[in-house]
Each structure stands twice: as structure tokens, then as C-alpha cells.
């Protein structure tokens, strides 16, 4: 198994530009979502998937967009980059949205805008 | 709303000696709650968590945390670390209704040969 993969590793973008990071999962896991990582602020919730074709919003989901139309996969989109969503983002998933699972994360997206 | 403070920021430690970082929760419920680790341009591996039964919980890698619900504590430890640890550790809850982590700040963490 992959596990929880992400591409790509670096992206550098200009402001206003659109992009998808993706994500895909080979464990059959129910659960996904996507977090940043930003300095000195832990990592935060941008949206989570319960099943394919379920999605919501997570603690900070201004300027992301996502859809679930698979079970393994759930990409992360960029409408409109913006400076402030410079990060390096996540992508984790687990076998169902029990809070007791286990999450698994994917080794990370470093996201650059200009 | 549930939160984590990790106090400490950077720690350093010297190889051999023994480690415990901190972690404080806020949460209304029963917690469930978890240590990860990240070394350095990777993801998060998860190290160890609890959400019942023995307070004491062990986890890979040698660590060790124990739940205090009266200090609203789930600190981390290990009696002998070794360079290899140098990493960043995060504390996380998960609320109830759904597996959403709230992660606190991180502690990173400086072995010293």
C-alpha cells in the first residue's frame, strides 16, 4: 500500500492564479481531509469528507474548494491564490469518522503564492 | 469550542537524558487525544493516542503519555532519548461527531550529542 499520497511536493504560484493539490488514499478509508500547517500555529482544518460525495467545511475553508467523487480520492482547490494561503498543506484520511481512528497523513504539499 | 496549548515551544534535551513535553486540553466531553510526530519536511506519524480505559498509554518508538483528567494533561515522555528523536511534536483532540484533530502548536524538540 501507498498509504495517503500528495501531489505535487512544491508548487509556486502567483496571486490569482488557480490550482488543485491532490490527494488519494489506497486503504479503502472512508474518512479524508485536508489540513495547513503554518508556523507557530499547529495545523488547522480546512474541509473533511465523510463518503464520496459528502464534504464540509472545516476551521478555516475561506478560498478552498473540494469535491469527493471517488473513495480514494479528494482533491484540494485553489480558486483565486491569495499570499495569505501560503502553507504546506495535508491531506490525512482514516477507515471512518469515529473520533477514536487513527488519521493518516500524507507527506505534505509546501505551497508557495507571489 | 475544544483547544490544545502546548507550552513549550523548542526543548532541548541532551541524548541519553529523559523527556516530557506538555500538552493541555479544553474539551467538554471525554477526549480522545493524540501525540504525532514530524520529522523535518515530512508528515505526521502518529506516535500514540487515548480514548479509554489505562491512563497510561504506550506508544511507538518508546514513548509513553498518561491522561489526567483532574490537570486536563495528556503529557508526553521518554526515558532515554536518543538524536533520532529530534523532530516536532504535535498534541491533537478530536471532537466528537467526527474525526476533526485540533492540534496544538507543536513542540519542536533539539537532541544535543
Known amino acids: 500500500n501507498a498509504g495517503v499520497t500528495q501531489t505535487p511536493k512544491f508548487q509556486v504560484l502567483k496571486t490569482g492564479q488557480s490550482m488543485t493539490l491532490q490527494c488519494a488514499q489506497d486503504m479503502n478509508h472512508e474518512y479524508m481531509s485536508w489540513y495547513r500547517q503554518d508556523p507557530g500555529m499547529g495545523l488547522r482544518l480546512i474541509h473533511y469528507?465523510?463518503?464520496?460525495?459528502?464534504?464540509d467545511q472545516g476551521e478555516v475553508p475561506n478560498g478552498y474548494n473540494v469535491s469527493r467523487s471517488t473513495t480514494e480520492d479528494f482533491p484540494l482547490r485553489l480558486l483565486s491564490a491569495a499570499p495569505s494561503q501560503t502553507s504546506v498543506y495535508f491531506c490525512?484520511?482514516?477507515?471512518?469518522?469515529?473520533?477514536?481512528?487513527?488519521?493518516?497523513f500524507g507527506p505534505g504539499t509546501r505551497l508557495t503564492v507571489l | 469550542a475544544q483547544s490544545v496549548t502546548q507550552p513549550d515551544i523548542h526543548i532541548t534535551v541532551s541524548e541519553g537524558a529523559s523527556l516530557e513535553l506538555r500538552c493541555n486540553y479544553s474539551y467538554g466531553a471525554t477526549p480522545y487525544l493524540f501525540w504525532y510526530v514530524q520529522s523535518p519536511g515530512q508528515g505526521l506519524q502518529l506516535l500514540l493516542k487515548y480514548f479509554s480505559g489505562d491512563t497510561l498509554v504506550q506508544g511507538i518508538k518508546g514513548f509513553e503519555a498518561e491522561f489526567k483528567r483532574s490537570q486536563s494533561s495528556f503529557n508526553l515522555r521518554k526515558p532515554s532519548v536518543h538524536w533520532s528523536d529530534a523532530a516536532e511534536y504535535f498534541c491533537a483532540v478530536s471532537s466528537g461527531g467526527g474525526n476533526k484533530l485540533t492540534f496544538g502548536t507543536g513542540t519542536q524538540l533539539k537532541v544535543e550529542l
Open positions: 490525512a484520511s482514516s477507515y471512518s469518522r469515529d473520533s477514536s481512528d487513527t488519521q493518516y
Open positions: 469528507s465523510v463518503g464520496a460525495g459528502i464534504t
